[in-house]
């Protein structure tokens, strides 16, 4: 059974930083495209960074500025997100995502993904 669980989440200060994790398992997801997004309260949800495939092209949404990246470690089978200088608008519950194998899609699509992790609440304080 697939499965993705993230973690990292909680509660930081304007311009802090947060580490998310998301680690997989029930399969090897070295060679899919994988992806954080994000939901707000009474917003949709938004990609925040992917990856394409085994590629290794990434892909950020423009409000990421340079503040966010994403990292993947197929021994682990793990991908990150890194966050720096966190803003008033990024609290939210974060997603991870996972595509198939051998299906190459756009990261941003969310409709394309597959599996979906149950997200981590990320709160900025200022």
């Known amino acids: 059974q697939v499965q993705l669980v993230e973690s990292g989440g909680g509660l930081v200060q304007d311009g802090g930083s947060l580490r998310l994790s998301c680690a997989a398992s029930g399969r090897t997801f070295s060679t899919v495209t994988m992806g954080w997004f994000r939901q707000a309260p009474g917003k949709e949800r938004e990609f925040v960074a992917g990856v394409y495939g085994d590629a290794g092209s990434t892909y950020y949404a423009d409000f990421v500025k340079g503040r966010f990246t994403f990292s993947r470690d ?18 939210a519950v974060y997603f991870c995502a ?12 969310a409709a394309k993904y597959a599996y ?11």
């Open 74 to 91: 197929n021994i682990k089978n793990c991908v990150y997100l890194q966050m720096n200088s966190l803003q008033p608008e990024d609290p």
């Open 116 to 126: 979906w992790g149950q997200g981590t609440q990320v709160t900025v304080s200022s």
């Open 98 to 109: 996972a595509g198939t194998p051998a299906r190459y899609f756009n990261p941003r699509d």
